[in-house]
């Protein structure tokens, strides 16, 4: 599969050449795992709207400040001369405070900072070393699809071969017997995201339920990616983390980052909890890759992890008014959608304002004409023509930025 809606790269205009000849040089030679896949499209739109001076609906980072703890923590850390390596697998303090703030959002679930936990890179890298750590050349990978476009590469460079299991509009639920289709012995993990981008779905009960029973006939491990974990609309125990589900406490590694629960996507701190053999070879993985998060961002992770409970409340509220703007003003201007319950994307039906189904000239034409970025939807699917017909917003934005993107916006409805 192309990760990264590598199909459609070369068509999203003024990007760089890649294994270009450099002048008079030879050819670049690179990997055949790197040429499975391509550099991320939805970057490729933020240089897009850049040069067009768009509002970037596109690349799903805020544009509002993060909380002035982080901002005091952090400066305090540098003031402190916290400038040396933090231990490998992330700073005591912030792994049990870590530990701490999962125990009182979810009662019951209790995790040893001592051995169960990793601080990485933001959640990308604890992903990609979660999965260089537990899946093997071969090995079978389940991911839902439409997908976020990192876990395609993830497969690829851990040798794994990916498992597409459709989710199906307008509600995004699984087909049961498709995905039991999809387990066998051969399938290592099964990647979930939850609250999930694209689309926004949530996984409930049920769909858990489901997971871990074939998890536990194949011995299959869930890896979830749970970075909007606050971030969704359905009230009080809305978001269900995998690893509190019955059976599968003891086969899941859930992945996790500040960065977008505190409006901190740059600061690159993020953590896997996971049982201790499994986090032991995270650990191992993740000194190889990356030695450690910035250590005075870690000491600054612990003013997040201590947020009073209203903080979580507050961000909710504060995404619900963004939807439901955001939402608005694209079904008036023609777009057809369902709005999301988690997550800070939505995924939007083009067919009336784009009959022929060319996402990718749709998105370019709306940068270009009307100032408002957006990612075509074949960039979530390994086959392009399954997306032809969609675009995905974001609205981690201030309402003044979405109300920017409604008045342009107005004039695609005329
Ligand atoms: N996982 C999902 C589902 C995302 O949507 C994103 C960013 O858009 C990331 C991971 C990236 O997280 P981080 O910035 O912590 O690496």
Redesign the pocket.
Known sequence: MSGGGGAHHGQVEETTERNSTGPGGPAARISAKAQTFTESVIRDMTRLALQHDAVNLAQ?FPDFPCPAELKEAAKAAIDADVNQYAITWGAPGLRAAIAAKIARTYPGWSVDPETEICVTC????A?IASMLALVDPGDEVVLFEPF?E?YGPDAILSGAVPRLVRLRGPDWSIDEAELRAACSDRTRAIVV?TPH?PTGKVFDAAELALIAELAQRHDILVLT?E??EHIHYLGPGGHIPPATVPGLEDRTITVN?L??TYAV?GW?V?WTVAPAPYTAAIRKVHDFLTVGAAAPLQAAGIAAMELPTSYYAELAENYRQRRDLLCGALESAGFLLRPPDGAYYVMCDTTKLDPDGDDVAFTRRLVREFGVAGVPGSSFYADPADGRHIIRFGFPKKLATLRAAQDRLRGLAR
Request: a neutral charge; glycine letters at 16%; zero cysteines.
């Open positions: 799903g933001g959640s990308t890298e992903m976020y990192n995201n981008n990616d970075i909007y980052a960065s977008k996507t690159r993020g």
